[in-house]
């Protein structure tokens, strides 16, 4: 089991930054993977960025990169999403994923992860 809590979430103005936390426990040394999503109201959870927890590699969305950055704190068992240049369109509950699993496929896709957090809300106005 792994059980993963979001914290920085907040409301800012675009072009501001926010540093999301996702502080994990319990069997964490079994994650292959580990991820950001977001959802807005009415649209459909995506992911934003993944960090193959090995070796340090990343991948993002076509629309955060240049902007965000994961990084992780293996000390800490602690995984960062900071984020820069933010956009109203940004705005939406961010969730922090972990993979246990080592499946492959897309490091992006929803259905590889198999931990989840509760979410921290973001929320840039214009």
């Known amino acids: 089991q792994v059980q993963l809590v979001e914290s920085g979430g907040g409301s800012v103005q675009a072009g501001g930054s926010l540093r999301l936390s996702c502080a994990a426990s319990g069997a964490t040394y079994r994650a292959y993977y580990m991820a950001w999503f977001r959802q807005a109201p009415g649209k459909a959870r995506e992911g934003v960025a993944a960090?193959?927890?090995?070796?340090?590699?990343?991948t993002y969305a076509d629309s955060v990169k240049g902007r965000f950055t994961i990084s992780q704190d293996n000390a800490k068992n602690t995984l960062y999403l900071q984020m820069n240049s933010l956009k109203p369109e940004d705005t939406a509950m961010y969730y922090c994923a972990a993979d246990t699993s080592g499946s492959a496929g897309m490091w992006l896709a929803e259905g590889r992860y198999n931990y989840w957090g509760q979410g921290t809300q973001v929320t840039v106005s214009s």
């Open positions: 960090i193959y927890t090995g070796g340090g590699f990343t």
